[in-house]
């Protein structure tokens, strides 16, 4: 009798077929995306284009450690270092088109989403100049009140209805509304399903140990919308689910002694490092404001909720509605502290950040800490520092259950 795989071992399968899938697509002559990572994914997968995430392609190359080279490519090339580490990966990536991690074919069409950062608007434009192929662009404005208003909505749903005569133009094929809203419902569902996973991190200690956020959301970016990424996170919650009923924390070897929320972008060259630095002192990861961006959930065949969910991401939401969504992480998750990483290529998400610091530490009274890092180049992160933050940390956590009487 066949064992059912681990969802941990479906991502590695589904990963594999994800890039193996896109080389074939090329090679058999069909067109092929890059995209951002937050963009309506849904009308591409209706085309039945295949997609590519250069942002997860150059995150995987950072976690082998292979960045430096192509890092050194694009600044040889006159690409600044106060460029974003992805796309200078990914710029390299372009000529020399061998990795360590899965190779990705060149697209032949670019779809980009500003609702991240601005940054992606001349990184992608770059790639569709330098390749002579289309791009697709949406501008997600910056929601400057505290929540979307309708007029940005009205103004997104109509980019999305251009974005589809568009693709009609460029593959010559009439969209499928019936597909399309086919589509909608399985990503919907999978964000679901994907919150609903992570959720179970409330449950004292963890079922989950925060660092697999950031390997399964490779997955909820580039599977959303197909079945296949539906059950993955179907049975990660299930998984997640009997160890929490079971009373079953993140590791077999230690105790979770400290709750913690990490605020950006992991340091994937160094992902294993602050994993240990962590565990060292007890301290689980058990959530992130970062993997929540994937909760893109909408109702079927809802264009204009559509519109709305994907300007909701909070990177691209004001100050207040940024400080409130940590406050409700920290009572949610009872959290003992909070990490920050001040990543030197997210320019948006830092720009905040000392500031969203003191409103939620004012708010919660939890304690936090602020480490210099990047998320691909490993010129910018330092271990020992990162470790004497973490010693602070523990030492205030400990302080505050002391004071509050805490447990």
Partial sequence: MEHQKTSKQLLGELLDKHYADALQAKADGKPVAWSTSIAPQELLET??????????????????????????????????????????????????????????????????????????IKWYENIARELNVPMIFFDLPFNHAYEVSDQNVRYIKAQILEAIIRLEEITGQKFDYDRFGEVMRISSETSLWWKNASLLACAKPSPLNGFELFNYMATIVCMRGTKEGLELFK????????????????????????????????????LGDTYKVLKKYG??????????????????????????????????????????????IVKDFRLDGIIYHSNRSCKLMDFRQFEVQRRVEEATGVPSVIF????????????????????????????????????
């Fill in 235 to 270: 049975l990660w919650h299930d998984e997640l689910k009997e160890k929490s009923e079971r009373g079953i924390g993140p590791w077999k070897d230690a105790e979770e002694k400290y709750r913690v929320m990490w605020d950006g972008i992991a340091c994937w060259p160094y």
């Fill in 47 to 120: 085309m039945g284009i295949h997609v590519v995430y250069p942002e997860n392609h150059a995150a995987a190359i950072g976690a082998r450690k292979h960045a430096q080279e192509f890092i050194n490519h694009s600044e040889g090339k006159g690409y600044s270092v106060d460029i974003c580490s992805y796309a200078r990966v990914n710029l390299a990536y372009m000529d020399i088109q061998q990795c360590e991690a899965a190779n990705i074919p060149l697209p032949d069409l670019i779809f980009c989403c500003n609702n991240i950062c601005n940054t992606v």
């Fill in 372 to 407: 210099d890092g990047d998320q691909t180049d490993p010129r910018a992160f330092s271990l020992a520092q990162f470790e004497t933050r973490i010693q602070a940390l523990v030492e205030m956590m400990e302080a505050r259950k002391k004071e509050w009487g805490v447990s």
């Fill in 283 to 328: 301290i689980n990861m058990v959530t992130s404001t970062y993997p929540d961006s994937w909760y893109i959930v909408y109702d079927e065949n809802d264009l204009d909720g559509m519109a709305r969910a994907y300007s909701s991401n909070y990177v691209n939401r004001n100050l207040d509605f940024g400080t409130d969504n940590i406050v409700n």
